[in-house]
């Protein structure tokens, strides 16, 4: 009689047997980078809405965390009120927070930015080379909860700043910058984000030493 044949190494059962959830997770990740490039309409010159290409990049520069930083700093300065100063103090506490977390886990991610994109963004850091997720929209989501929460608008400029929010993660795919799971884990995060600022509110009670600084 032959001999028996040789079990297969556990690496190769492995592969011959996935996972219900690596075949999903794969599947998954097949979908995302098929129509994140086909919505990428705006991530070239050539590209189907090319033409379209400079607003975008104008939303892109609007949800930047440049303008957002030294606009924020600026307007602490100015401000003569200390119920103003206490909120773009948290504000500002809550841009730097957002620029932390997102460094981090692009860092622990790694993930390549996708194929179509063209590296010309505003302002960069080592860490934008990375994609996952957007800081853009994790911004975009931590501003506008911010915003709704401690601004008193009218309902037209309320909707504006939701709409400002969504476009700014929306462009993100169509400059072709990031996937849709960049944008969408993005927003999850800024929307956690802003609790943790919450939670951890910056007031003359519990920062004296800030508030007497500013």
Request: glycine share 8%; hydrophobic share 55%.
């Amino acid at each position: 009689a032959g001999a028996a044949a040789a079990p297969l190494p556990e690496e190769d059962c492995m592969k011959l047997n996935p996972s219900f959830v690596g075949i999903a997770l794969s599947s998954l990740l097949a979908i995302d980078l098929w129509a994140s490039k086909r919505l990428g309409v705006c991530a070239g010159e050539g590209s189907a809405w090319g033409s379209a290409r400079p607003l975008m990049k104008v939303i892109e520069v609007s949800g930047h965390g440049i303008p957002w930083l030294l606009g924020t700093f600026y307007g602490l300065c100015q401000s003569d009120s200390s119920a103003a100063r206490e909120v773009l103090l948290n504000l500002l506490f809550a841009l730097l927070l957002d620029l932390v977390m997102v460094a981090v886990v692009k860092g622990l991610v790694r993930r390549p930015r996708p194929t179509h994109n063209k590296m010309d963004m505003f302002v960069t850091i080592s860490v934008d080379k990375y994609s996952f997720p957007s800081g853009h929209a994790t911004r975009a989501a931590l501003v506008c909860r911010f915003v709704l929460r401690h601004l008193v608008l009218a309902v037209p400029l309320r909707v504006l700043v939701v709409l400002w929010a969504l476009i700014v993660s929306i462009s993100r795919v169509m400059l072709g910058r990031h996937n849709m799971t960049d944008v969408l884990f993005g927003l999850l995060l800024g929307y956690a984000l802003y609790g943790v600022v919450e939670h951890c509110w910056l007031s003359p009670a519990t920062a004296p030493a800030l508030f007497a600084f500013w």
